[in-house]
Every structure is written in structure tokens, then in C-alpha cells.
């Protein structure tokens, strides 16, 4: 089972529409948590940190369940360019704190 | 600020050549990491370095090679390059002012698509 579980997609939605994606996590030792976005053949960079009491930044909201050991992020009124590679992303309280990556959630946004 | 550079953008490699990847960060982070991504797959960590003169094996260091004498630098040497070398290599950094902890938010450079054949 992989560290950090994410649907591939990819999410095709309107503009103007409101989509959420889910991620799980396996290792209860994991302390933090991000979502990281990584445009076509581009580098990945932090879009949001992710807080245990869920937190908002604009049209972005980031849930944290930890009983249940998964994270969302919800995107309102989406834009054409919200299109993107979204990369759920947690860090691990044990040993290097490294960043393990998921595989991404794919969405696309259509006029 | 530049950010984190690497080079070259883009490399083909024939079977069993050796190249160093480059890159450089400005940001004076004490982190530094080489990640590599597959299609489909997540960054997998190759090596990592907590500051000058350290560095230490990620999840898959085989095949691979580091070195950090300064805290700007950090190349990557590939020796006997192989087909499954075959990625995307993206170098990142980050400040953390813990020791075992590599800072909430990583940089990363553009990346360098290699493709050994």
C-alpha cells in the first residue's frame, strides 16, 4: 500500500464549479500535511499547508481528518487556471522528516 | 533572487555514460534535495543533504551520487547511466532550524528531463 493515496483523475469540471479532492495517508506517525500544485512539465510548489483546525486561503479550503487519516482540498469557483497536477503531500514525524509526495490528482478546467 | 536553478533543462544519454546534473540555490536554505519523478508515480527522494559537507541515501540513491561542499551547490552524478535513469530530476531546498527536519516548504528548480537510451 502506498504511503499517500490519491485518485489519479483526471477531474473535468466547468468554470464556476466547485470540486474536492481526497487524499489518504498510511503512516499515523505523519505530522504535517500539504498540498503542493505541479503545472504540465513544470516544478511543484506549495499551494497550501494543511492545519488540524482546517484552513481557507481565497477560493481554497484544506480539511485535516486524522481519526480517519485523510486530507481534502476543496477548490470554489474554479478558474481555467486551476488547471493542474494536484500533489497531496505529508511529512513524517519519525526518523528525517522528509516530505512523502503522492502521485497527484488531475484537474482540468473548460471555458 | 533566482530561486533554485538547475541544468541542463533537457540531456540524452547513451547506456553506461556518466553526466552531473547542477543546481544551485540562492536562498542561503540549509536543505537540499534531489527528487526524481516517473509518470505516474509520486517524487521519489534520491539523496538529500542537511548542510555543507553532509548527505545522506534517500529511497532510491542506487546509481547515483552526491556531494555538497557549499551551501549553494548540490550536483548530482550519475554514473553508468542506465534506462531506468530515465526520469524527470528535480533538485529543491529548504530552511529548517531543526535537526531532523526538512522545512514545511520545499523550493524547487525547473527540472532536468533525462533520457537514457
Known amino acids: 500500500r502506498k504511503e499517500v493515496e490519491q485518485d489519479p483523475g483526471p477531474f473535468n469540471v466547468p468554470e464556476g464549479a466547485t470540486v474536492a479532492f481526497n487524499c489518504t495517508y498510511s503512516?499515523?506517525?505523519?505530522?504535517?500535511f500539504f498540498w503542493y500544485r505541479q503545472d504540465c512539465r513544470k516544478e511543484p510548489k506549495l499551494l497550501m499547508s494543511?492545519?488540524?483546525s482546517g484552513n481557507e486561503d481565497g477560493r481554497f479550503t484544506a480539511q485535516l481528518n486524522r481519526a480517519s487519516q485523510y486530507i481534502s482540498l476543496l477548490i470554489r469557483d474554479s478558474k481555467l487556471s486551476d488547471s493542474a497536477t494536484y500533489l497531496c503531500?505529508?511529512?513524517?514525524?519519525?526518523?528525517?522528516?522528509?516530505?512523502?509526495f503522492g502521485t497527484g490528482t488531475r484537474l482540468l478546467v473548460s471555458p | 533572487n533566482a530561486g533554485v536553478t538547475q541544468t541542463p533543462k533537457f540531456r540524452i544519454l547513451k547506456i553506461g555514460q556518466s553526466m552531473t546534473l547542477q543546481c544551485t540555490q540562492d536562498?542561503?536554505?540549509?536543505?537540499m534535495y534531489w527528487y526524481r519523478q516517473d509518470p505516474g508515480m509520486g517524487l521519489k527522494l534520491i539523496y538529500y543533504?542537511?548542510?555543507?559537507?553532509?548527505?545522506d541515501k534517500g529511497e532510491v540513491p542506487n546509481g547515483y551520487n552526491v556531494s555538497r561542499s557549499t551551501t549553494e551547490d548540490f550536483p548530482l552524478r550519475l554514473e553508468l547511466a542506465a534506462p531506468s535513469q530515465t526520469s524527470v530530476y528535480f533538485c529543491?531546498?529548504?530552511?529548517?532550524?531543526?535537526?531532523?527536519?526538512?522545512?514545511?516548504?520545499?523550493?524547487f528548480g525547473p527540472g532536468t528531463r533525462l533520457l537514457v537510451l
Open positions: 494543511v492545519y488540524s
Open positions: 536562498m542561503n536554505h540549509n536543505y
Open positions: 503512516n499515523s506517525a505523519s505530522q504535517s
Open positions: 529543491a531546498s529548504s530552511y529548517s532550524i531543526g535537526a531532523s527536519g526538512s522545512g514545511e516548504t520545499q523550493y
Open positions: 503531500v505529508v511529512r513524517r514525524n519519525t526518523g528525517f522528516q522528509k516530505l512523502v
Open positions: 543533504s542537511v548542510g555543507a559537507g553532509i548527505t
